[in-house]
Nanobody, 122 residues
Framework: QVQLTESGGGSVEAGGSLRLSCRAS????????MGWFRQAPGKEREAVAQ???????LYADSVKGRFTISQDSTKDTLFLQMNSLTPEDTAVYYC????????????????WGQGTQVTVSS
């Protein structure tokens, strides 16, 4: 089965930037979408950004205007550019792939990466 591996996490000061990458071990099914999720301590996992067929993209309100999701044409590599980071962005970030659904919180799930820690200090 396809395996996803994230990289690019780390510790930065507020206002800084990070670029996360997710590499797939094989091609993702063409009908699947891909996305980034995050989970902070004591909180539920939330969808951050997703990219769909036709290059449509959706973002959580909390990151809109600051984060940008992108991928290569074969879906082998997924990126998340994160700018103007705040302490509220501190979480483990996961990339994932899965079927498209009507709601963002239910889409692009099924195949998961291991996660990469992002820590933003004030």
């Amino acid at each position: 089965q396809v395996q996803l591996t994230e990289s690019g996490g780390g510790s930065v000061e507020a206002g800084g930037s990070l670029r996360l990458s997710c590499r797939a071990s094989a091609h993702i099914w063409s009908s699947y979408c891909m996305g980034w999720f995050r989970q902070a301590p004591g909180k539920e996992r939330e969808a951050v950004a997703q990219i769909y067929t036709g290059d449509a993209r959706l973002y959580a309100d909390s990151v809109k205007g600051r984060f940008t999701i992108s991928q290569d044409s074969t879906k082998d590599t997924l990126f998340l550019q994160m700018n103007s980071l705040t302490p509220e962005d501190t979480a483990v970030y996961y990339c994932a792939a899965g079927p498209e659904r009507r709601e963002m919180g239910e889409s692009c799930q099924g195949i998961w990466g291991q996660g990469t820690q992002v820590t933003v200090s004030s």
